[in-house]
């Protein structure tokens, strides 16, 4: 038994020492992020009734391409839930976006990104039933750091402001019961793998 561990420790010691930690250049490598933090919603209006809502939890993952030295598209969904005085939300976002990336120096690359996105809604009160939430368009911008570990495996870190219009909610009659404001400011930490 000893020697399996030993061996396995080995084995992960070369792997990480095969490519060497620096933040070379993204241009033309595709990459795949994954990531999980928290979120701090806009209150909202749902039952007629102000609404003041509770930090919430946000897990996404998607896509990154390097077009060139300094930029960046990306292509990324996230899932968030929180609750509130009257029900628990939930957005899924489907964001489409622009990183520009500083000159990478050591391991540390910092980004700025912005970009649209589609924020699909729903909303569970806690007495009655499910209540439909208009689906609607925001944009975003965001900060981040990459901290590459190795050539093409990095830590990555994020700070999001989504701002986006009101939807309506309407029950199942169809019946106008208030208004979903789904802007907010998110924190998330992850890790990116680049091909």
Same mark, same amino acid.
């Given at each position: ?9 080995? =084995?992960?010691a070369?792997?990480?020492? =095969?490519?060497? !930690? ?36 946000? $897990? ?8 060139? /030295?300094?930029?960046?598209g990306?292509?990324? =969904? ?7 005085? #009257?029900?628990?939300?939930?957005i ?6 622009? /990183? ?8 540390? $690359?910092?980004?700025?990104? !912005? ?10 009160? %806690? ?7 208009? #689906? ?10 990459d901290?590459? $570990? ?8 994020? $700070?999001?402001?989504?701002? =986006? ?6 029950? %199942? ?23």
């Open positions: 038994m000893k020697k399996l561990i030993a061996t396995a420790c080995l =084995a992960t070369v792997a990480l020492s =095969a490519g060497p !930690a620096s933040a070379d250049s993204i241009k033309g490598k595709l990459g795949i992020t994954g990531k999980l933090g928290f979120l701090v919603p806009a209150d909202n209006e749902s039952d007629f009734y102000h609404n003041n809502t509770d930090t919430g939890f946000v $897990v996404g993952g998607g896509l990154i391409y390097g077009l060139d /030295q300094n930029f960046a990306e292509l990324a =969904a996230t899932r968030t839930w929180f609750g509130s005085e #009257t029900g628990d939300f939930g899924t976002d489907l964001g489409l976006g622009l /990183q520009y990336r500083f000159t990478p120096s050591s391991k540390l $690359v910092p980004y700025l990104g !912005a970009g649209l996105d589609v924020l699909m809604s729903d909303y569970h009160p %806690n007495f009655g039933p499910h209540q439909d939430v208009d #689906t609607t368009v925001g944009a975003h911008l965001a900060g981040g750091l901290y590459f $570990v190795q050539r093409n495996l990095a830590l990555t870190g994020e $700070v999001k402001l989504l701002l =986006a219009p009101d939807t309506d909610i309407t029950d %199942n009659f169809g019946n106008h019961t208030g208004n979903f404001d789904p802007s907010s400011v998110s924190g998330t930490v992850g890790l990116r793998y680049f091909f």
